[in-house]
């Protein structure tokens, strides 16, 4: 039996899913890609105009409906619910942080007064709102050679992307800056893959158990319980980021914050329970104002 692994048409989703077809063949099982198109492949608008999960529909679809029997998502663009119909894992996670891509060489700081950053997120937006109030924060969609494009061709100063995604189409040299997460926040799950498959399907299910990477999956769900508790999309002004020693202690560290940069809530705090780090971390937002914030920035709010 050939597994058909379900992938959006970019570069990066190919590759990506590419990368766990390679680990499913390794693993002993046969496997190839199915391209599937995504209302966010053809649609340009802004993902908080759009919809949370315009990514990930159209893949779970296909998966439901027999098209593909393994499905590769983007971990941190699935809502946050889980879906009683797929059986999910999380394989070997990516650098988590994020990037800045500049002209001549630029970091954060050395960037004009003033000068042009393209990001459509709203998270990036208020981060950089607040360690740099001048900048002058355009929308951004598109494929990342078409994000980068913008600053080669002169439209942009600089863009902000995910490190992993960089890295994973061997990019990672472009960065001009790698931002630790004290300056800026990642998206929860950020740099993980989610792996589905039908959860009645126990061919499927025992493949892509292989691979599966514990830590990371510990991680990414306690960083996405943070942003289901705040009943906040993925497109909300809210970050999260964890590690995880060798003990099995999870270290979280959680943020919401105003679109303007004017204001920002951040929890951090410890403990061995994915779901009760998570819950503690979105709790203590919540009591010190974190729903108002979110509903302030909400779009049509």
Do not use: W
């Not at 039996?1 to 766990?20: D, E, V, Y």
């Not at 800045?100 to 459509?120: E, F, H, K, N, Y």
């Not at 025992?206 to 319980?225: G, P, Q, Y």
């Not at 993925?234 to 099995?248: K, L």
Request: glycine share 8%; charged share 25%.
């Amino acid at each position: 039996m050939t597994l058909k692994i379900g992938t959006r048409r970019s570069n990066l989703a190919t590759t990506q899913s590419g990368h766990m077809r390679d680990a499913l063949i390794a693993a002993g099982h046969d496997a190839e890609l199915h391209l599937v198109t995504t209302a966010g492949d053809v649609n340009m608008a802004p993902v908080e105009r759009i919809g949370v999960g315009v990514f990930t529909q159209a893949l779970r679809e296909a998966l439901e409906a027999g098209e593909c029997d393994i499905a590769v998502h983007s971990f941190k663009d699935l809502p946050t619910a889980p879906d009683e119909r797929f059986h999910l894992v999380v394989p070997v996670r990516a650098d988590a942080r994020e990037a800045l891509i500049a002209r001549d060489g630029l970091t954060l700081d050395g960037l004009p007064q003033g000068a042009r950053v393209g990001t459509s997120a709203p998270r990036r937006i208020s981060q950089l709102k607040a360690v740099r109030p001048d900048l002058d924060i355009r929308p951004l969609r598109g494929n990342i050679e078409t994000r980068m494009g913008k600053v080669t061709e002169g439209e942009l100063d600089a863009v902000v992307l995910a490190y992993a995604g960089l890295s994973r189409v061997d990019l990672g040299h472009r960065a001009t800056e790698v931002f630790d997460p004290s300056v800026i926040l990642p998206a929860p799950a950020q740099g993980a893959l989610a792996i589905e498959c039908r959860a009645d399907d126990e061919a499927a299910r025992a493949a892509v158990d292989k691979l599966l990477d514990a830590a990371a999956f510990t991680c990414a769900r306690a960083e996405r319980i943070v942003l289901n508790r705040l009943e906040a999309g993925c497109t909300a002004p809210v970050a999260s980021h964890s590690t995880i020693d060798a003990d099995g202690t999870i270290h979280l560290t959680a943020g919401v914050y105003a679109l303007d940069g004017s204001a920002q809530l951040v929890y951090t705090g410890s403990g061995t329970d994915p779901v009760a780090v998570g819950e503690a971390a979105a709790a203590d937002l919540l009591g010190r104002g974190a729903a108002d914030l979110i509903a302030k920035e909400r779009p049509g709010v």
